[in-house]
């Protein structure tokens, strides 16, 4: 069996908060990301999915270097990424790059398209001058945009337009990984379809995987063989598409599918909806034991006080894992 | 008669690259007890149509013309402190962030209560008994201690249920909630749409709910209105309109919505190009230059929006695929 193209074992991100001792030791920790274990395979994507406070955007940021990995480990064809230095990373940047969430905020002002895509290149040590113009003109038709606007800065442009000159500048270095945090959410839906499906054509052309961050369920189910559920910091829940759409196994995974609209007013009024109580714990004080316990609709299925005294490991069953005590 | 009736109602900008028509003469009427879902993309004019039914909209650059009869009067003629008496009282509105539209400064209690003293002249004891059973009714816990609370303690699901139980403190006719759940997450946002409905059954508030998200319309409103570049451009019915959509752009819209059951193996059906500037506006339909079955003459004069021929329908395209339209027109 081949190795995956990318192995997270373990992965594990506190912060430090509040008020800080004489040591200067933090007194508190923020468990952002507590535990996340998955592997990805070359060409293939897995969709990360949760709501807001649950800690996938950090696990993106941890996974691709932005965040010191607080333990845990993240291997790229085998070779261990946490522990290298930044002049270590650099042939990685080049295979793992990253989209963003905010169209706006991720591109500079101030450098015209050419500049923004001639600094990986140049970065990455990717041809001459004239060899490098020809790429960035490239990279623009692969992503429907005007070769003629190579010149233009980013406010010349749409929300939809700016997220695929940001799609353009991650392909630059012809990366293996691109993870890719809530690329289309900023979006407005006709123009989310676009980018969405952009992002499926470039997977074919050049092959690429994507570590996919959305809260949009429908959206992940559209662009990824695999999905992992996370909820507090942990993952509850990892399948392949279908099997997790069709048959959730994880009490958590079955309220946030039935908690998703439908855009189709007969289905809306038939289909049960299972509407959690409570809002979503604070990491700074996760419950104890299963971090779903107090919210879950089946806790009275598992005998005893299981649920809130042992937290549930993540058990590979088959294609397909979960994180419950339920049998 | 119906409890509020839109006619020709335009709100435009005066503004350095020209004239913004944000809203561009809509007309419509609502029922009493009924939801209208108003959908369209950002910058399609929806929210702005919502403030103006309140005489929001600032001024200067706003200029608004058109009429709004609500309850047999006509709002859009009120003076200043006569719309101030309406506002929060027979119409309230809950907006789309409930972080930025709480006071900060103020606890729970103080800005709840505010409401009953100004509009039903309670005592502040009385206002803060009736706040906390309000607190109550939307699902809140411990509504006396909530009232002490300022609104950074609450969370976000919870700063909004305080946000719907202030709209609701004056049983307003007619409640505008303007992308209510958008800033939550979804497991939230059933909750709240759920006690939105529950409020609606129990008092028979009139809604209207803007949003940009079909899902939560198809499940909340009797009727929609989808709005593109400042007008309404096909309104019926939700589960016939959801079934048959007729406008062009209503039907892109709906195809390139991914859903959870939809075919993963195409690629998602999505409208090209990008909606237009409202400074510069295209001549004739608006939605001509990404139109799939637009003709030359689409271009040159902007349609209306008329009845198809199906009760409780209409649209703006005049090449939209109905049948007693198309037999009408030799």
């Not at chain 1, 591109?107 to 398209?113: A, F, G, I, M, S």
């Not at chain 2, 009736?5 to 029922?31: N, P, Q, Y």
């Not at chain 2, 940009?212 to 009727?223: E, F, I, M, S």
């Not at chain 2, 295209?282 to 990404?290: I, Y």
Request: hydrophobic residues 35%; glycine residues 8%; proline residues 8%.
């Amino acid at each position: 069996m081949t190795r995956p193209l990318l192995e997270v074992q373990e992965l594990t991100k506190h912060f430090p908060v509040g008020p800080r001792t004489l040591m200067g030791k933090a007194q508190q920790h923020l468990r952002a990301v507590d535990g996340v274990s998955f592997n990805i395979e070359r060409g293939l994507s897995l969709g990360l999915v949760g709501e807001s406070g649950c800690g996938k955007s950090t696990c993106a940021r941890t996974i691709v270097g932005l965040h010191p990995a607080t333990s845990g480990s993240v291997r790229y064809e085998g070779t261990e990424l946490t522990t290298l230095s930044r002049r270590g990373w650099l042939p990685y940047r080049r295979k793992i790059q990253m989209i963003f969430q905010d169209p706006y905020a991720s591109l500079d002002p101030r450098q015209t398209v050419a500049q923004i895509l001639d600094e990986p290149l140049k970065l990455f040590g990717l041809g001459r001058p004239r060899e490098r113009r020809l790429r960035i003109l490239s990279l623009l038709e692969a992503v429907g945009l005007n070769p003629r606007h190579v010149q233009r800065y980013p406010h010349e442009f749409s929300g939809g337009q700016r997220q695929r000159i940001g799609i353009a500048r991650a392909l630059a270095g012809e990366p293996d990984l691109i993870v890719c945090d809530e690329p289309v959410s900023a979006l407005d839906v006709s123009i989310q379809a676009q980018i969405v499906n952009l992002l499926g054509e470039l997977r074919e052309r050049f092959d690429l995987a994507y570590l996919f961050i959305a809260h949009d369920l429908a959206v992940v189910r559209h662009l990824c063989e695999r999905i992992a559920v996370m909820y507090l910091g942990r993952l509850v829940e990892e399948a392949p598409r279908e099997e997790l759409f069709k048959n959730p196994a994880h009490p958590y995974t079955k309220a946030l599918l039935s908690a998703v609209p439908y855009p189709d007013p007969e289905v809306e009024r038939t289909r049960e909806r299972i509407v959690l109580g409570g809002d979503v714990p604070s990491p700074l004080t996760p419950p104890s034991g299963c971090p779903f316990h107090p919210r879950c609709h089946q806790v009275g299925e598992v005998s005893g006080d299981r649920c809130s005294r042992e937290v549930p490991a993540l058990v590979h069953e088959g294609q397909r894992s979960r994180a419950c005590h339920l049998d | 008669m119906a409890l509020l009736t839109v006619k020709d109602l335009a709100v435009r900008f005066e503004t350095h690259h020209g004239t913004v028509r944000a809203v561009d003469g809509i007309s419509f009427d609502m029922e009493e007890g009924e939801t209208l879902g108003l959908v369209g993309e950002s910058g399609s004019g929806k929210s702005v149509t919502n403030l103006a039914l309140l005489g929001l909209i600032p001024s200067p650059p706003g200029v608004m013309s058109g009429q709004v009869h609500f309850d047999g009067q006509e709002i859009s003629a009120l003076s200043e402190p006569e719309l101030r008496k309406v506002r929060g009282n027979r119409i309230a509105m809950i907006f789309q962030d409930p972080m930025t539209s709480l006071n900060p400064l103020l606890t729970i209690g103080r800005q709840m209560t505010e409401v009953l003293e100004l509009h039903k002249g309670r005592s502040r004891s009385e206002a803060l008994r009736l706040s906390a059973t309000g607190l109550g009714e939307v699902g809140l816990s411990e509504p006396e201690k909530r009232l002490a609370q300022y609104p950074h303690e609450l969370s976000g699901g919870m700063r909004q249920r305080v946000m719907i139980a202030m709209g609701l403190l004056c049983e307003p006719r007619l409640l505008l909630a303007d992308e209510p759940t958008t800033a939550l997450d979804v497991t939230i946002q059933a909750q709240i749409l759920e006690l939105m409905a529950e409020v609606q059954r129990k008092h028979g508030t009139a809604i209207i709910l803007v949003t940009h998200d079909l899902g939560v319309v198809a499940g909340t409103a009797d009727r929609v209105a989808v709005m593109y570049a400042g007008r309404i451009v096909e309104e019926g019915p939700t589960s016939q309109l959801f079934q048959t959509p007729h406008h062009p752009y209503t039907q892109g819209l709906l195809s390139s919505v991914p859903r959870l059951d939809s075919d993963t193996s195409h690629d998602l059906s999505s409208i090209p190009g990008t909606p237009p500037d409202l400074a510069d506006m295209p001549s004739g339909c608006a939605f001509a230059p990404r139109c799939p079955i637009a003709q030359p003459e689409c271009t040159k004069t902007r349609p209306g929006l008329l009845p198809s021929g199906i009760a409780g329908r209409s649209n703006a395209c005049p090449l939209a695929a109905s049948p007693s339209q198309t037999e009408a027109r030799p």
